[in-house]
């Protein structure tokens, strides 16, 4: 698997949202399947379980492309609109609060 890391750049993103189109109630952080404690919490002691942590850097043309594509594979299914995403840019481009 492949998952965000609460102090990483995912684990920021997911933070600078909140600010601004909160999570729905009682919903954990993605990114907290970034962390060893919490997958052993979910899988449970029966599971063989090594964690390797790894960097990787995602790069788009613009920051317009970056808000559609949240907007399409994020927001949607997160039960929030592309229109979100979109009042997302508009807020942290005012306030240069994207990591």
Same mark, same amino acid.
Do not use: I
């Given at each position: 698997?492949?998952? &965000?890391?609460?102090?990483? /750049?995912?684990? +920021?993103?997911?933070?600078?949202? +909140?600010?601004?189109?909160?999570?729905? /109630?009682?919903?954990?952080?993605?990114?907290? &399947?970034?962390?060893?404690?919490?997958?052993? +919490? =979910?899988?449970?002691? *029966?599971?063989?379980? #090594?964690?390797?942590?790894?960097?990787?850097? @995602?790069? @788009?043309? #613009? =920051? *317009? @492309? &970056?808000? *559609?594509? @949240?907007?399409?594979?994020?927001?949607?299914?997160?039960?929030?609109?592309?229109?979100?995403?979109?009042?997302?840019?508009?807020?942290?481009?005012?306030?240069?609060?994207?990591?």
């Amino acid at each position: 698997m492949a998952n &965000w890391v609460p102090d990483g /750049a995912g684990g +920021a993103l997911f933070g600078t949202v +909140a600010k601004y189109v909160p999570p729905p /109630a009682g919903v954990a952080s993605p990114a907290l &399947w970034g962390t060893e404690d919490h997958l052993r +919490a =979910l899988f449970g002691p *029966d599971v063989e379980l #090594s964690t390797t942590r790894r960097s990787m850097n @995602f790069r @788009f043309p #613009s =920051l *317009d @492309f &970056w808000v *559609d594509f @949240f907007g399409a594979h994020f927001a949607r299914r997160s039960g929030r609109s592309r229109r979100s995403a979109r009042t997302v840019k508009r807020r942290c481009a005012r306030t240069s609060s994207l990591p």
